[in-house]
């Protein structure tokens, strides 16, 4: 019966490697906090829990090919609030955020910090608003495409300082940064998980963390909302799916495996120099999850409408 093959999926799930996809290049910060979360879920579920990276697009790629996985636990998703800013930004897509998924739990917050390279003239934020005003035609603005934080980090700036920059679009903030730290862009908004210790080090400047607060990791950097920019505020949330109709039992021990990478000592110290934020229990569960990307859609979708800033 069916009730009798849901139990069996259960019980003998998983019986062979895991995928846990990650929508952007290797190297940067989703792909950091998956290989840092797919060892002690693998050790949890018993099988590895291999990270694959499906590029482009934003994230949309991959979330199209878990949402077409077939429903039994061995491809798990994790993705930002792209997930919740993709229906508006794209004109079509081939997935429904809330039709195609098995919610697992929403995962981390991760704070941005908008960063230029090392030698950029302007060193702090008035220089910089002074220097973009005198030359909005030549600077360059790297980005993840349209579904990533970093475009969104950067359409809000853009648009609080009112410029259009030139964009660069890349397949993940890692390959970004790298050209960030090579001179090849002057400035990109990135998460905060690989950027604290360039910054300590003085190899990329730092013009302010997109935080209401400062960053106990960067204390002397300011926050954009004390240097002007009044209410300027991006935290990246981060949540785990799988395909539509993949049994509850699975997605029960999907999300143990999950609690439990997220409470081990390691990864909580690791998440913590970089001022990544694990979210609360109670939404580090499916309805928590859900209820947060049902509100997250309807928060940005008109937002980003109004402007019209759309994907191709
Ligand atoms: C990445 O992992 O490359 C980033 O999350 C991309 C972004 O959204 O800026």
């Not at 790297?142 to 990533?148: K, L, Q, R």
């Not at 050209?179 to 862009?185: A, K, N, S, Y």
Request: some cysteine.
């Amino acid at each position: 019966t069916l009730l009798a093959g849901n139990t069996l999926a259960a019980d003998v799930y998983p019986n062979k490697p895991v995928t846990l996809v990650v929508p952007f290049a290797a190297g940067g910060p989703t792909d950091a906090v998956a290989r840092l979360i797919a060892v002690p879920m693998g050790k949890e579920l018993g099988q590895t829990v291999i990270v694959e990276n499906t590029v482009g697009a934003g994230g949309t790629i991959a979330a199209t090919r878990v949402a077409r996985s077939a429903p039994d636990g061995y491809m798990i998703f994790i993705h930002h609030m792209g997930m919740a800013t993709a229906p508006a930004l794209y004109k079509k897509l081939n997935f429904d955020p809330m039709k195609d998924f098995e919610y697992i739990g929403q995962v981390v917050d991760v704070p941005m910090v908008l960063l230029g390279r090392k030698n950029f003239p302007p060193n702090n934020f008035k220089e910089l608003e002074a220097y973009i005003k005198a030359n909005k035609d030549k600077v360059t603005l790297a980005n993840a495409g349209p579904g990533a934080v970093s475009q969104l980090c950067g359409l809000l700036f853009m648009s609080r300082e009112g410029v259009e920059l030139t964009t660069v679009p890349y397949k993940g903030t890692g390959p970004a940064l790298t050209d960030l730290l090579g001179g090849q862009v002057d400035l990109l908004c990135d998460q905060t998980t690989q950027t604290v210790p360039y910054i300590k080090d003085g190899l990329v400047k730092a013009y302010g963390v997109t935080t209401p607060k400062r960053l106990p990791a960067l204390p002397n950097i300011p926050t954009l909302d004390e240097q002007g920019l009044k209410g300027f505020e991006v935290k990246v949330w981060h949540g785990m799916y799988v395909s539509k109709g993949t049994p509850p039992a699975v997605v029960n021990k999907i999300n143990k495996a999950l609690n439990v990478a997220l409470n081990d000592p390691e990864v909580k110290a690791r998440l913590a120099e970089s001022n990544i934020e694990i979210v609360p229990p109670a939404k580090r569960t499916p309805k928590g999850l859900q209820d947060h990307l049902d509100a997250e859609i309807n928060k940005w979708g008109p937002v980003i409408r109004k402007a019209g800033a759309y994907a191709d």
